[in-house]
């Protein structure tokens, strides 16, 4: 079973939309959750980092439901320079040297 | 911030010719570097794990002795694709941790785009 689960999308909204993307994670004991944010052939980039019930930013919210083992990632008022693949990643043990493993993640589109 | 500068940006070399990627991390030392790879429309896979004055450490399916990894200091792992051939074609990263960093301190170069032809 795969660490996270994601609808790869892709989601194509308009200009100023709200779209939300969840993710599921198969390990009901992951304390700490990210979401990254990658353009097409660009490195990935740390969006978000939810430890507890969630986190907001500006337009980006992100919530925590454990009971139900997601994440949900929020975007209000959805502008052009959003478009980009949106990645949930599980982080190994904060103490040892292991690498981030990704998903193919939500592909997000939002048009003029 | 924590930064890791990867060279070249992109490369475009013949087939069966090496080309070499470099990875620094600029203001922190990096005692262990990971490499992956991404197809398009794919996920980035981690190819291998990178050591400090040690072995790396390979992924099922990633042929060591095609892709070679030094890491010869605290700050500097290349990564080597020998005898390319037009299916080694991606895009390359790597990526270390800055312990001193917030959010467990992953940082990643910008990527390497590397076309055999």
């Known amino acids: 079973r795969k660490e996270v689960e994601q609808d790869p999308g892709p989601f194509n909204v308009p200009e100023g939309a709200t779209v939300a993307f969840n993710c599921t994670y198969s390990?009901?004991?992951?304390?700490?959750f990210f979401w990254y944010r990658q353009d097409c052939r660009k490195e990935p980039k740390l969006l978000m980092s939810?430890?507890?019930s969630g986190n907001e930013d500006g337009r980006f919210t992100a919530q925590l439901n454990r009971a139900s083992q997601y994440i949900s990632l929020l975007i209000r008022d959805s502008k052009l320079s959003d478009s980009a693949t949106y990645l949930c990643?599980?982080?190994?043990?904060?103490?040892?040297?292991?690498?981030?493993?990704f998903g193919k993640g939500t592909r997000l589109s939002v048009i003029a | 911030g924590a930064v890791v500068s990867q060279h070249p940006s992109w490369v475009i070399c013949k087939s069966g010719t090496s080309v070499k990627i470099e990875c620094r991390s600029l203001?922190?030392?990096?005692?262990?570097m990971f490499w992956y790879r991404q197809f398009p429309k794919q996920s980035l896979m981690l190819m291998a794990t990178?050591?400090?004055?040690?072995?790396?450490?390979?992924e099922q399916g990633v042929e060591k002795d095609k892709f070679l990894i030094n890491h010869a200091s605290l700050t500097l792992s290349t990564l080597t694709v020998t005898s390319a051939h037009p299916e080694d074609s991606s895009f390359y990263i790597c990526?270390?941790?800055?312990?001193?960093?917030?959010?467990?301190?992953?940082?990643f170069g910008s990527g390497t785009r590397l076309t055999v032809v």
């Open positions: 990178s050591n400090e004055g040690s072995k790396a450490t390979y």
């Open positions: 990526s270390a941790r800055d312990w001193n960093r917030a959010n467990y301190g992953y940082t």
């Open positions: 990643v599980v982080p190994p043990s904060i103490s040892g040297n292991t690498p981030l493993v």
């Open positions: 939810v430890y507890s």
């Open positions: 390990n009901s004991a992951s304390q700490s």
């Open positions: 203001d922190f030392q990096a005692t262990t």
